[in-house]
């Protein structure tokens, strides 16, 4: 099977083709860097995301932003966002305080990206 991605390590956005069997990668084709070769690798066989969110916070009507501390596997977003909604914080709230450690068993923590005093 041939897949087409268009990488966004870049400005150059490089339209990269490559040849899929059985979840492999057999040839890739379109990269002009070696941050292309990479992105395309990573896409197509275990692509990662970075998760944004709004968690509540206790005594307070307004939410805090929140984002992992490092991309996740793109299957467990849901997941994440689950864990999240079911948590709350309590003020004060500081911008890079973890706030959810280790978001579905996984290495990334959830990180306040703004500060609620």
Do not use: W
């Amino acid at each position: 099977m041939v897949k087409e991605i268009t990488c966004i390590g870049c400005p150059i956005g490089c339209r990269i083709s490559a040849v899929l069997e059985n979840g492999e990668i057999h040839s890739l084709s379109g990269y002009t860097c070696n941050v292309g070769k990479k992105y395309a690798q990573e896409e197509l066989t275990a692509p990662k995301r970075t998760v944004t969110a709004l968690m509540p916070v206790r005594g307070c009507r307004h939410p805090l932003p929140v984002r992992t501390s490092e991309p996740i596997d793109k299957s467990k977003i849901f997941d994440c966002l689950n864990e999240v909604a079911g948590h709350s914080v309590t003020l004060p709230v500081h911008l890079g305080d973890v706030v959810l450690p280790n978001v579905c068993g996984s290495p990334a923590n959830i990180i306040a990206t703004k500060e609620l005093l």
